[in-house]
């Protein structure tokens, strides 16, 4: 393989190239490169303050950052005068805690973004919004607001959200940190099938169990640092010895 | 000159309490457009359209309405600019009210939480989409109860009016007043219909603010 196999599709979809950023004095990331390729899940692990949700927040630009590039889906995400909305239109975001409208329906949660951004017509977006339910397992809510959920088919309703948008790459931040072990299990569950349906995904979690199975690659943040990357099997046979402290806790 | 209250007097009191409900409903609808305005200046982008917003809301809260209704009723006169005094007290009202319905409403859109802000963006939103469709509708919920409870401070400061010579209702009890010399009767009656237009409405707003939970914001009175 010497040249790409699909010239209209540059890999990789998202790229980070010695990215630099800092919040005031504290520099939060340290010369951070990785890439995600088409189909990819990658899984960004570290302790609390390790620059790992910054960086994933940098790839959808809800931070700008110092130095260094970042390339998403085609989108130069460092310059400043990207097209944001066309980014958005690429990647989809879920947060740990679901931010879902609550003055609307799940139906209309889901139908809102397709509506006024795509201009997609109402029949459609109904349609769009039963077949992305249906996918997270929800299509008996499709008429409860968001309050009427339990926190876990919340979370789903909001990846179900994401995914009406139809996005080259999710990302997710930490999207089961606010649920018990029980509720865990089933956003976990939705996940998993969309990785195995191919979706491009770059994931924080503490999951480490979760992290193992779904995980085409790893990158271990330290001190706004990548640390140390590779395939899941680092999870479980780790080079630095700060990394295997991590997951000797962490598990 | 002298003799007793009559019909004539109370109709004539009716005539000053409907001015004062039509004036209050001037205030509102103008001090709600500008306010609104107002509101989203406060949160512009532009550093100096938040600013000069900023100014203009300190400005009228630390200038008492009556200074204002000076202001425009004789003021601008010395300008070129003749008003009546139905305008002066309108466009008084107007200017007093949307700045601190404006900060009501700025404080409202504020509450909202920064994730929904967030949350849309991530939709890709345009900003006004986001505004209108996202934050607003959960805005307006929480702004109701304070500014039906500033609908009071508007009837209220409407007597104000009296001072430009627009008879609303204080002005008609002044009136009256000065025929019958019997301003206990007559400012106890005053009050009585002030009070009459002013407790339903705090009724109605205590009740959406209980209903709307806790978070309430308290309002700078006049």
């Known amino acids: 393989m010497h040249k790409t196999l699909n010239s209209t599709t540059p890999s990789p979809v998202v790229s980070l190239k010695n990215v630099h950023k800092s919040f005031g004095t504290l520099k939060v990331l340290d010369g951070v490169s990785f890439e995600v390729d088409r189909g990819e899940v990658l899984v960004l692990i570290g302790r609390s303050g390790s620059g790992k949700s910054t960086a994933l927040r940098c790839i959808d630009r809800f931070e700008t950052i110092d130095s260094g590039e970042i390339v998403v889906c085609g989108h130069r995400v460092s310059d400043p005068k990207l097209d ?107 996940i998993e099938a969309l990785a195995a349906d191919g979706m491009t995904m770059v994931m924080v979690t503490h999951e480490m169990g979760f992290a193992r199975g779904i995980a085409d690659r790893v990158v271990f943040m330290h001190r706004g640092k990548v640390h140390e990357t590779g395939l899941a099997t680092i999870l479980t046979s780790p080079a630095t010895p700060e990394l295997a402290q991590f997951v000797g806790t962490g598990l | 000159m002298g003799g007793s209250l009559n019909a004539n007097h109370l109709m004539f009191l009716g005539h000053g309490a409907l001015w004062t409900i039509g004036l209050s409903l001037i205030g509102l609808l103008g001090g709600g457009i500008a306010g609104f305005v107002i509101a989203l200046c406060r949160i512009s982008p532009s550093l100096i359209v938040r600013l000069l917003s900023a100014g203009y809301v300190q400005l009228i809260q630390g200038t008492p309405l009556l200074v204002i209704m000076f202001l425009t009723y004789f003021g601008l006169p010395t300008l070129g600019v003749t008003v009546s005094p139905l305008t002066a007290a309108g466009a008084s009202l107007t200017i007093y009210v949307g700045a601190y319905l404006g900060e009501i409403w700025r404080g409202s859109i504020e509450s909202v939480p920064k994730p929904q802000w967030e949350a849309a963006e991530g939709l890709a939103l345009s900003r006004s989409q986001r505004m209108t469709k996202v934050i607003l509708p959960q805005a307006i919920r929480i702004a109701t109860p304070p500014t039906v409870g500033f609908m009071v401070q508007i009837i209220k400061n409407t007597s104000l009016a009296s001072v430009v010579g627009f008879v609303e209702l204080a002005r008609s009890g002044q009136i009256i007043n000065n025929s019958l010399f019997e301003p206990f009767l007559i400012y106890t009656i005053i009050a009585a219909i002030y009070f009459a237009l002013c407790y339903p409405i705090s009724r109605i707003s205590r009740r959406l603010e209980r209903r709307s939970g806790p978070a309430s914001l308290s309002l700078g009175t006049a």
């Open chain 1, 84 to 190: 944001l909305r066309a980014l958005r239109q690429d990647v989809g975001i879920v947060f740990q805690s679901y931010n879902l409208f609550p003055h609307l329906t799940i139906e209309e949660n889901i139908t809102l973004a397709p509506c006024s951004v795509k201009g997609m017509s109402r029949t459609h977006a109904k349609e769009e919004a039963r077949r992305v339910l249906a996918q997270v397992g929800l299509e008996d809510k499709l008429h409860q607001y968001p309050e009427q959920l339990s926190g876990g088919q919340q979370q789903r309703a909001a990846i179900a959200r994401s995914l009406a948008m139809q996005p080259k790459v999710m990302l997710f931040d930490e999207v089961t940190s606010a649920l018990d072990p029980e509720l865990t299990g089933e956003v976990l569950k939705v």
